[in-house]
């Protein structure tokens, strides 16, 4: 089984520092490999996220915003095959939970109402969501699909609101609780067949500090503090296909799954 744990705008400049506060992430980096992606493309979520699982470059997909000319963006306009509609054609078990490349976030062969229409904003859709996507988890690993994708969107809110406050290491340490109950309480690591990818689609860093700003400074929740950086985090465990890219996920779910391709 392949699981890919997907943490949307999770960082090693907030995690490596505090390792020995985090001991699911210390303890992954230890059995798995560690790595940073640098993001050659824009790092904006709907399109970060639309590539690491259609396989292509943001110029291919054409997928940038959530929302154009005042409609949201449906799964059915964008004009790609998703890794999971390719493997179930081919017989193959996926499930795909809360993925944010839309708003509100997609699921696929899973029943799940997303948090706050994926945009949660306040400490109790926080919590909730963390709840919800981790149950949800735990429901969906004990089904064995071949392939389970699962995002939290929750970072990504607490940190554009609180980057550099105390409160974003506490909301780190209860996602390393639920991350830990799900990859070791559950057994899945005790089977060497399982890989694993967990991965972010960018990182984060001070606002105005940012390469690229993602996001209005004033918006109706309130004034910004942190924005999109573009490194990203990756750990993998019993992975040897070479991840650099968002998009290697989906070719190295292709080739995992599929075999080679015959040239
Ligand atoms: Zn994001």
Redesign the pocket.
Known sequence: MIFVLGI??ATWTVIKPNLNQLPTFKRLTELGQAKEIILQEK???PS??CGMFCGKTPDEHGHFDFVINNEIVKREDIKVDFIWDILEREGKQVRALNV?FIVPPYSFRVDFKPVGFGLPTNEKEWQEELERVSEKTKELLAQKPDLLIVVY?LL?RIQHFHWGEDCVLDWYRKLDEKVGEILFNTGFLDNRQNKLIII???GMCSFGEARVQTLPQKTEWGELKGD?HENAILITVNVDYPIERPQDVFWMVQEELEGRLTS
Do not use: F, G, L, M
């Open positions: 949307d705008a790092p904006v979520s970060i996220w944010p969107t990504d972010s689609d960018h999109h």
